[in-house]
């Protein structure tokens, strides 16, 4: 007796197609470091404390350390063209931080004598702000950032892109594509809201200084010649 296999009967058009599963799309962060997934093969994630960060091909890791207090301020992932700025803020759980300081961070853009459009991006509503600033040989110029900022689970990611990829999608590809790398640290002990979260020196990191780029905002729009930036208080 012949036993005919199952695929060998009448199969409706198209089984074979059917069957084939499709891919999952990989997960796409920031992701609050409890749920980080595996390593894209060949990178390497840096424990920088409050951040982990993976610095891909074409892209170099620095640190903004403040020569006075040797803390550091943010971390960059510079390539030739520009850089993509990151620093980490305490939030309330299940507030939305970005959409309180938003209109801050415009305010003071403005009142700076700069420009600050919303518009839509990967991941919200962002800023994509513009100031005239004075180059060290005398000369004016326009100094161009894109403001990104990330909800999380009693955290804000503020990432900045400087420079080049500020100014389109394709040209931002490697920095975005960092930032949906970055795992972020919050701790389980209470923290003002807006405070930044602590970021530490790894073995090997280099040091740039002398500080904060001016014209760096803190979470609630205060700029690197306040000298409340970085806290939660006036």
Known sequence: ????????ATEPAGADEASKETPEAAPEGPFDAADLPEVPEG????????????APEGLELRLQVDEATEQIQAVLLAGADGALELRAFAAPRGGDLWGDVRPQIAADMVQRGGTATEQEGRYGTELLCELTRTMPDGRTGKQLSRIVG????????????????????DIAEPWLSALTQVGVERGQGAMPVGEALDLVMPEGAR??????????????????EDPHFGHDHD
Not at 151 to 164: E, F, H, K, S, V
């Open 1 to 8: 007796m012949k036993f005919r296999r199952k695929s060998d």
């Open 43 to 54: 990178l390497q994630r840096i424990d920088l404390g409050s951040l982990l960060v993976v």
């Open 150 to 169: 990330v909800n999380g689970n009693r955290w804000m990611l503020r990432a900045t892109l400087i420079g080049a990829p500020a100014r389109g999608t």
């Open 207 to 224: 040091r740039v200084g002398p500080a904060v780029p001016p014209g760096t905002k803190d979470a609630r729009g205060r700029t690197t």
